[in-house]
């Protein structure tokens, strides 16, 4: 006899606020259902945290839900360093050709990081709120 297990994990929520320990924050949410919803990486992680060089494209979508423009900069293969790709304005999505196991950090208008995202093998999103 053949027994098949399906698991099905459900995320609850994903975050990286102040104090955030995994649970909801103010800088980050679900997306839509069905959406690939990229996990937080603790934006104090920055300066650790480099992108490999990969050669899997996906595509990866910022969705601003805040009321203020946020910057999304690429963390090189190198150091880790920012390299500014482009503005997402209050309520506006953006899609961004990269590739698997790149990082990128959301940065408010100040610079301040409200999160590291880390790409997978397949297209994703990333929500700030």
């Known amino acids: 006899m053949v027994v098949t297990?399906?698991?099905?994990?459900?995320?609850a929520a994903v975050g990286?606020?102040?104090?955030?320990?995994?649970?909801?924050?103010?800088?980050?949410?679900?997306g839509k259902p069905g959406e690939n919803v990229?996990?937080?990486?603790?934006?104090?992680?920055?300066?650790?945290?480099?992108?490999?060089?990969?050669?899997v494209v996906v595509a990866m979508t910022v969705?601003?839900?805040?009321?203020?423009?946020?910057?999304?900069?690429?963390?090189d293969e190198g150091a880790g360093e920012r390299?500014?790709?482009k503005d997402?304005?209050?309520?506006?999505?953006?899609?961004q050709d990269t590739f698997q196991d790149h990082c990128w950090i959301v940065v408010d208008k100040g610079g301040k990081a409200l999160?590291?995202?880390?790409?997978?093998d397949k297209d994703c999103v990333v929500v700030i709120r």
């Open 63 to 75: 969705r601003n839900e805040t009321k203020s423009a946020i910057s999304l900069h690429w963390l």
């Open 16 to 30: 990286c606020g102040p104090g955030d320990k995994g649970g909801k924050s103010e800088t980050a949410s679900l």
């Open 38 to 55: 990229l996990p937080c990486i603790d934006p104090k992680k920055e300066g650790t945290v480099v992108s490999l060089d990969t050669a």
């Open 88 to 95: 997402v304005e209050p309520g506006a999505e953006v899609i």
């Open 5 to 11: 297990l399906s698991v099905f994990v459900s995320i």
């Open 115 to 120: 999160g590291i995202y880390k790409t997978g």
């Open 83 to 85: 390299v500014f790709y």
